[in-house]
């Protein structure tokens, strides 16, 4: 089975587990209705992503998400992806009834922080799929890869800092985190050595950057 239906399922599962904790814990919700923001916030900011990500699956899909995968490879990833459930978890039973409040500005601020996320995600995965369909022995280095490489991958950063912050703990951090260190880091960096075949790369990754704007 391809590694995508398994990342798919995921993402489309999230919005059904936070609805499934909030059922859960409904009546808590209920004697702490004045502080119950949060998890409906983060039900429409996760919620909404794992949905506009089915799509994009369609639409113009990762084509590293095709390759196929042995069913224990797969549980690996969709438990692994079970590790972003953390924050919902800690809003909606440790937040909440200890009258754990995001403060107005900090939730815009999530907010925001997320849409640029999303920003950058998709339209560089759309760039991404449109010029290697038609384009497919050219270097990608204009619009949203010329400054860096990877920009998919701070808009993925950005839309799980938006989650990780609204729950106002550590764990969901650590999470974000360890997810950079073990997949996303080694990616880009396999990424480098696969782009190196191109002439111009050398070139190209002299003025720009790998992942974080100015910094790395």
Avoid at 59 to 68: A, G, H, V, Y
């Amino acid at each position: 089975m391809k590694q995508k239906y398994y990342i798919d399922s995921h993402k489309g599962a999230t919005f059904l587990y936070i609805l499934f904790l909030i059922f859960i814990f409904n009546d808590r919700l209920i004697s702490e209705s004045s502080n119950n923001i949060s998890i409906y916030v983060y039900l429409a900011l996760h919620g909404t992503y794992g949905i506009l990500w089915i799509l994009k699956s369609q639409i113009f899909p990762d084509k590293q998400w095709e390759l196929k995968c042995s069913i224990w490879y797969g549980l690996l990833i969709w438990f692994g992806l079970s590790l972003y459930w953390i924050a919902p978890y800690i809003i909606i039973t440790y937040n909440i009834p200890n009258g754990i409040i995001p403060p107005h500005w900090y939730i815009a601020l999530c907010i925001s922080i997320y849409i640029f996320g999303v920003f950058f995600h998709f339209t560089s995965d759309m760039q991404k799929f449109i010029q290697l369909k038609y384009h497919s022995n050219n270097l990608i280095t204009d619009t949203m890869f010329s400054k860096i490489r990877n920009i998919n991958y701070l808009g993925e950063l950005l839309i799980y800092l938006g989650f990780s912050l609204l729950a106002m703990h550590w764990a969901p951090i650590i999470a974000l985190i360890s997810f950079m260190i073990i997949i996303w880091i080694p990616n880009m960096i396999k990424k480098d050595k696969s782009l190196s075949k191109y002439e111009n790369f050398e070139e190209y990754k002299k003025h720009t950057n790998i992942f974080f704007p100015f910094i790395w």
